[in-house]
């Protein structure tokens, strides 16, 4: 036995120092107390007001520090999100990484025709079949807007087309609390009762203050029922760096972490314990195209910040990454959707989405989705590390081959290289000769054609025909 012994599981990565982290979080409770927030909605005020925010006449309410530190102890360090079979599969914790697409794109790359149009029912549909089964797709969201539905329930027919297509849990966005009243009936249906639902969630709500400071009615309703109901929820602001927070990064970081704790603080006053993920879709502002870019290095530098002072109040955290601002799927898109899928592993951010996006969140890619699986898949590899001990040495194998002689033929190769390497699905590794006779296919005719063959092939575990009947019911159900 080593005395004091001290190894890395998966390589080393952070943004911020412990005294950074408490700067921000110092400037953040500052923000609270000194500027506030403002607060349009009645019962949330009155939550606050009641435990001891200083409620102004306009709406604005100025929030203790001490209510904030009140919050953090009472909130969850660890959130779970189930299967549709109440399997429980994705555990939010620590620097545990999990993967998945964004929501409300209004466009998509068909990928039979090759063209962008608006996104519709069907295409929500085969998003989700797709990302049921590929393998590191942990969760999904719902991609794109449905626009061949009625817009007052378009938003149930979002969810019920995830519902139906795809066994994996579900993060999910609603237009008011009248639609995720809808979403949660559908939901405690499939998972046998409410209280089922409770216990085992496979649903997780998205909601968003605006900022800079802004709680609107609308997020803050939907808010205050997931607390209530027990329903994980994200709530993540989206500042834009130069735009609607500074352009620095620190003052970003302090104003997006304001936003967030002061929605933790509601939520919390709501329902101590109930499961809350922090997080934000924090970017820039492109200064000569005027778009919140969604490959900037900056996105990916502030989402790794961010993870850090999440992992500083222990909270699970939300991350973004798979993404890019390129308009198809070419070499920008590739490298903007590798760097961020790496700088979120490294950084330990626990639910990353927005996989699947193109053009700066306009329109969404299935190819985009399959190629970034990819990505991941070989981003883990990275993060499962390099593991040091005497069967990894491998001195008496060395001393046995010796100088001049090879590896390949021993038992010690054949039994470690499966665990040792990273084996490509898509990604290419043959000799020219050979890709050149099978059709010189590039990558990103290799992802069309594996989007069409799983599109194809695979069909997720069906619902019961009379529960599917009844989730027809409540999708339909007037608002």
Known sequence: MKSNSFAFETPQFRILSDNQIEEIHSASLEILERTGVLVLEEESRSLLGDAGGRVEPDGRVRIPSWLVEKALVTAPKRVTLCGRDGSRKVHL????????????????????????????????????????????????????????????????HQFEAMLLNNTKPIVFTAHDRAGMNGIIEMSSLVAGSEENLRKNPFICLYAEPVSPLKH?????????????????????????????????????????????????????????????????????LDMRDAVLSYGAPELDLLSAAMADIAHFYRLPVFGTAGCSD????????????????????LSGSNLVHDIGFLESALTGSLELIVLTNEIVDMVRRIMRGIQVTPETLAL???????????????????????????????????????????????????????????????????LPEGMVKEIHKIRDAAV
């Open 93 to 156: 914790e620590g620097c545990k990484s999990w993967f998945g697409t964004g929501s409300d794109c209004p466009n998509i790359i068909d990928p039979f025709t090759r063209e962008k149009r608006r996104m519709v029912r069907e295409d929500i549909a085969a998003a989700a079949r797709l990302c049921d089964w590929l393998p590191n797709i942990d969760f999904i969201m719902s991609l794109g807007l449905v626009s061949d539905a009625p817009w007052e329930i378009s938003d149930k």
């Open 396 to 462: 008496d194998l060395i001393d046995k081959v010796g100088p001049g002689g090879h590896f390949i033929a021993e038992e010690h190769t054949a039994f470690n290289f499966r665990k040792e390497f990273w084996l490509p699905h898509l990604m290419d590794r043959r000799r020219f000769d050979t890709w050149h006779r099978e059709g010189e296919k590039t990558l990103g005719v290799r992802l069309n054609e594996e989007v069409k063959r799983i599109l194809k092939e695979h069909t997720p575990e069906q």
């Open 326 to 345: 390129s308009k198809v799927l070419d070499e920008q898109a590739a490298v903007e959707a590798s760097i961020s899928t790496l700088m979120s592993a």
């Open 216 to 284: 609107v009615g609308t997020a803050l309703r939907k808010l205050l029922l997931a607390a209530e109901k027990e329903i994980p929820v994200v709530y993540t602001p989206c500042p834009m760096s130069g735009a609607t927070a500074p352009v620095t990064m620190a003052g970003v970081l302090a104003l997006g972490n304001a936003e967030c704790l002061s929605g933790l603080v509601i939520h919390q006053l709501k329902k101590p314990g109930a499961p809350f993920i922090t997080g934000g879709v924090i970017s820039i």
